[in-house]
């Protein structure tokens, strides 16, 4: 049981290129969400997802994109990266639950853009 | 608006001594609130919630906090701190009523003397 797995662990982007940040999580949770935290300023929720199929916007979702076409993956898009998206994304999963629930994290990929 | 305080960016404590690291939210209605620790380079891990019931709840690590609804605080307190305890810690709120969006507080950093 790995958890939340993400990769890569650390990439730098030039300017305007484009990548994938993969999120994946063997635990069957419904609920999945991309954050990004920059030096205090805590975590930020980038965008989230109850389930296959279904993905909201949080609270900085400008320059990102996601999908959920399964249940274990939850991948983040960066179409035009910007030197404002220097930052460490974490991904996170929690499981269905009527009420609020612990989120587990993983241990995040570090972005810098130049 | 929403918010969540977390007043103190660094604490310092000798080792032995005892920690009370502060957080205060802003909600209409009381909501689920959490205390997360980030230990360098590493994921999120949870030490405690409180949904509902006793105030004082128990966590991992030798953790414990208070919900004090008059005050809006739920600070997190340890009664003798391990040098393993130098970390960062974040308290997070979850408002009820099914969005599960979590909103964090911008973190302490705790630095612990030999």
């Known amino acids: 049981n790995a958890g939340v797995t993400q990769t890569p662990k650390f990439r730098i982007l030039k300017i305007g290129q484009s990548m994938t940040l993969q999120c994946t999580q063997d635990?069957?949770?419904?609920?999945m969400y991309w954050y990004r935290q920059d030096p205090g300023m805590g975590l930020k929720l980038i965008y989230y997802?109850?389930?296959?199929?279904?993905?909201d916007k949080g609270e900085v979702p400008n320059g990102y994109n996601v999908s959920r076409s399964t249940t274990e993956d939850f991948p983040l898009r960066l179409e035009l990266a910007a030197p404002s998206q220097t930052s460490v994304y974490f991904c996170?999963?929690?499981?269905?639950?009527?009420?609020?629930?612990?989120?587990?994290f993983g241990p995040g990929t570090r972005l810098t853009v130049l | 608006a929403q918010s969540v305080t977390q007043p103190d960016i660094h604490i310092t404590v000798s080792e032995g001594a005892s920690l009370e690291l502060r957080c205060n939210y802003s909600?209409?209605?009381?909501?689920?609130l959490f205390w997360y620790v980030q230990s360098p380079g590493q994921g999120l891990q949870l030490l405690l919630k409180?949904?509902?019931?006793?105030?004082l709840v128990q966590g991992i690590k030798g953790f414990e906090a208070e919900f004090k609804r008059s005050q809006s605080s739920f600070n997190l307190r340890k009664p003798s701190v391990h040098w393993s305890d130098a970390a960062e810690y974040f308290c997070?709120?979850?408002?009820?009523?099914?969005?599960?969006?979590?909103?964090f507080g911008t973190g302490t950093r705790l630095k612990v003397l030999a």
């Open positions: 996170a999963s929690s499981p269905p639950t009527t009420s609020a629930n612990e989120q587990f």
């Open positions: 635990m069957n949770h419904n609920y």
């Open positions: 997802s109850v389930g296959a199929g279904i993905t």
């Open positions: 909600y209409g209605a009381t909501p689920y």
């Open positions: 409180y949904f509902s019931g006793d105030t």
């Open positions: 997070a709120v979850c408002p009820r009523g099914g969005t599960y969006k979590y909103i």
